[in-house]
Nanobody, 115 residues
């Protein structure tokens, strides 16, 4: 059974940091490119970070320099370190393969940036 389980979200003040984790099971994790996505209320889901199977990373301008994606193939886990958080980063965050697969969406983890 394939599972993507996100954790690590919460309420944080502007300028703060959070580290999200996504534990993956049921697929050969190490060969997949992975991504973190987010969906804010009333908006479409958007890609915020990718990491290739070989380790190269990419970010949109909205999070570049603030977010860092990493992976641990031994633990079948992908991480998202988020620093200098802004209120506009508030969203539910999901991990998935990249490009995303509709069958792999998990429950996500809520990140709220507010004072």
């Amino acid at each position: 059974q394939v599972q993507f389980v996100e954790s690590g979200g919460g309420l944080v003040q502007p300028g703060g940091s959070l580290r999200l984790s996504c534990a993956v099971s049921g697929i050969r994790f190490s060969i997949y490119d992975m991504g973190w996505y987010r969906q804010a209320p009333g908006k479409q889901r958007e890609l915020v970070a990718t990491i290739r199977s070989g380790g190269s990373t990419n970010y949109p301008d909205s999070v570049k320099g603030r977010f860092t994606i990493s992976r641990d193939n031994a633990k079948n886990t992908v991480y998202l370190q988020m620093d200098s958080l802004k209120p506009e980063d508030t969203a539910v965050y999901y991990c998935n393969v990249y490009p995303s697969s509709p069958v792999y969406w998990g429950q996500g983890t809520q990140v709220t940036v507010s004072s």
